[in-house]
């Protein structure tokens, strides 16, 4: 079965094409990750995904329904969760608030105003599994802007599950972690059941090849190359564009 | 010892319960008894001190909760205040049962057909939207001769409302314990829904809109729904203010009475439920002893007091009382045990 499937998707801004004929289809189940170097649209990808944009042209599918103009919130009702590149949290709120915000957003009590949002006993147990599974049930009480940028990163990845989604777009989730904190996320990836179809955009080869079955590379908003881990390590054109851009980029780190 | 101390408060709930309901409970003997002592002007005072707190509670739900800011939140002020007036005025309908229920319901439909627009932007877009919404009712209350008494602008002379209790008549006493009574229940309901899921997301849109969107929430909904909410708090607030002041001019449409509640809860802690209590306990009060002194430089020392606030105290009045309790609290707690 298909999780989601992407017809000839294009957006442009002003004159600049952030996305060119983008076609591909995610099977249920399956572990894809876009790779690509910095502006090569991937961002702009999980936007249109994730519908916070709207494509210039093309058609987005999920689980067969057509969502190219269906609203983000109503995306996360159909089966997705969405986590973002740069940490967007409730940092004036405790963390164990905020994943009663994201536990809430899918059940129709986020519109339940005389109840205590502390009185969902159910919810509480969820939350409880959720942030000890990520080592956070201890700072529970803490406003999240107190948390540590890797803990940051950890409740940014757990909040996106919160909705139990079919469908997981995680950007870049690894963004800014030491290596052994990225190995934490790799690990809370690797461990999701089966059936969370998980689509990835990562730039941290540990991560990209730890949780990978398949990967696609964008290209100035093209797709140059989908396929396994294996074929695209092989891909001569991946090794040319991509490998020689990253080199530039560590070039210009260490200056 | 600090172990010690946690299990003493773990053993006695009932202290800890005790020191955190503290502020609450003293500020409600105070409200209860001291206006009963005081002398007869600052009880009016005090009554409109009251009247004021339900009007900036109303604003600190779309400001401090979910981070609209409004220049405009007079408009259901005064569509309240307006709807009782005219009530009294044309129709001789001096009811209370009648009248409140009126007001709160022209208040909360005026802010369901403001919403849309204003609701279409954020940020200073959503202050200036807001801002010509309450000017347009201020010129509408000013030009359609309906809506004043023949020979001025707006409608005076009004009365205090019937209860329907036969030999019941109204002392300023009386009076206040009724809006006070009025007041709790506010105060309770509001409390009920920001500690609610509702409310958490209220304060989800206000530090990340974007991820209640991804989270699931219609953020726009829950927007407009706070909206139609603190308009009709708003409402209750003018409709109260029109029985106590017994009169009602276009100007409570306009800026200058929008400013008064988001002056209150800036300076008492946006985002707290005590906050603009406190702030409309200072801003009234200095109002009047401002008055007594100088009554023409009265904008100019509120507006030094916000200057002064904004600069020394971040946050709001609230926050620094409450970490002060805190403080002591703590240090008692720990003498104790």
């Given at each position: ?9 294009s ?65 996360t009702?159909l ?11 409730f ?6 608030d905020?994943t009663?915000?994201?536990?809430h ?33 201890e700072?529970?009480d ?24 079919k469908l ?8 800014g972690l030491?290596?052994a ?13 089966k059936?969370?179809?998980?689509l990835?955009?990562?730039?941290d080869?540990?991560l990209?090849?730890g ?25 001569p ?19 | 010892?600090?172990?010690a ?13 005790l020191i ?7 500020g409600g003997?105070?409200l ?16 409109k001190?009251?009247?004021f ?16 800011l ?13 709807a ?6 044309h ?14 319901l ?9 919403g ?15 801002f010509?919404?309450?000017q ?10 309906w809506l004043?008494?023949p ?20 002392s ?11 007041f ?22 206000r ?9 699931g ?18 409402g209750l ?18 800026v ?10 800036i ?28 009554p ?24 620094h ?9 703590y ?7």
């Amino acid at each position: 079965m298909e999780a989601l499937r992407v017809e000839g998707l294009s957006k442009d801004f002003g004159g600049v094409h952030a996305l060119s004929d983008v076609s591909f289809s995610v099977k249920a189940g399956e572990r894809l990750v876009i790779i690509g170097p910095n502006g090569a649209g991937k961002t702009t990808l999980f936007n249109l995904i994730n519908g916070q944009l709207r494509p210039t042209s093309g058609r987005i599918y999920f689980f067969g329904q057509d969502i190219t103009t269906v609203a983000t919130h109503r995306r996360t009702q159909l089966g997705q969760g969405r986590s973002f590149q740069t940490i967007s949290l409730f940092p004036n709120i405790t963390v164990i608030d905020n994943t009663l915000i994201a536990l809430h957003g899918t059940k129709r009590s986020r519109f339940q105003m005389f109840r205590s949002t502390k009185e969902y006993k159910h919810l509480l147990a969820s939350a409880r599994e959720m942030l000890t599974a990520v080592a956070l049930w201890e700072k529970r009480d803490d406003l999240v802007q107190a948390l540590g940028y890797g803990e940051q990163r950890r409740l940014e990845v757990t909040l996106s599950l919160a909705s139990e989604p079919k469908l997981l777009l995680l950007d870049e989730p690894s963004s800014g972690l030491t290596s052994a904190e990225s190995a934490d996320i790799t690990d809370m990836i690797r461990n999701l059941g089966k059936d969370i179809t998980v689509l990835l955009v990562a730039h941290d080869i540990d991560l990209v090849f730890g949780v990978a079955e398949r990967i696609i590379v964008l290209h100035y908003g093209q797709v140059i190359a989908d396929g396994t881990p294996g074929e695209i390590e092989a891909d001569p054109r991946v090794k040319e564009i991509y490998m020689g851009i990253e080199e530039n980029e560590g070039n210009a780190t260490a200056s | 010892m600090g172990i010690a101390r946690l299990k003493e408060t773990i053993k006695q709930p009932w202290r800890e319960q005790l020191i955190r309901f503290a502020p609450y409970i003293v500020g409600g003997v105070i409200l209860i008894l001291l206006p009963a002592v005081l002398p007869l002007y600052l009880r009016s005072i005090w009554t409109k001190f009251v009247i004021f707190a339900i009007f900036a509670m109303s604003y600190d739900l779309i400001y401090g909760y979910t981070g609209l800011l409004s220049l405009g939140h007079a408009a259901y002020f005064g569509a309240g205040g307006y709807a009782a007036a005219v009530l009294m005025f044309h129709y001789g309908i001096d009811l209370l049962w009648i009248g409140v229920p009126f007001g709160i319901l022209i208040a909360a439909l005026t802010a369901a057909a403001f919403g849309p627009i204003a609701l279409r932007v954020s940020g200073m877009y959503f202050l200036l939207i807001t801002f010509a919404l309450g000017q347009l009712l201020y010129s509408i209350a000013w030009n359609v001769k309906w809506l004043s008494k023949p020979g001025m602008q707006g409608i005076a002379g009004l009365s205090r409302p019937e209860l329907g209790i036969p030999g019941f008549s109204w002392s300023t006493i009386s009076f206040y314990y009724f809006v006070l009574v009025i007041f709790l229940i506010c105060f309770f309901l509001i409390y009920r829904i920001t500690n609610s899921p509702f409310g958490y997301a209220l304060r989800g849109i206000r530090e990340a809109e974007p991820r209640m969107r991804s989270l699931g929430y219609n953020t726009w909904l829950h927007k407009y729904i706070v909206y139609i909410i603190s308009g009709a708090f708003a409402g209750l607030a003018g409709i109260l203010f029109v029985y106590y002041n017994n009169m009602i001019v276009p100007a409570h449409l306009a800026v200058g009475t929008s400013f008064l509640p988001m002056v209150m809860v800036i300076i008492g802690g946006s985002g707290t439920l005590l906050g603009p209590v406190i702030g409309s306990l200072v801003v009234i009060f200095v109002e009047y002893f401002a008055s007594l002194f100088t009554p023409e430089r009265w904008p100019l020392i509120l507006g030094a007091i916000f200057v002064i606030a904004i600069m020394y105290a971040r946050g709001g009045i609230s926050i620094h009382l409450s970490r002060l309790w805190k403080r002591i609290s703590y240090r008692y707690g720990s003498i104790k045990s």
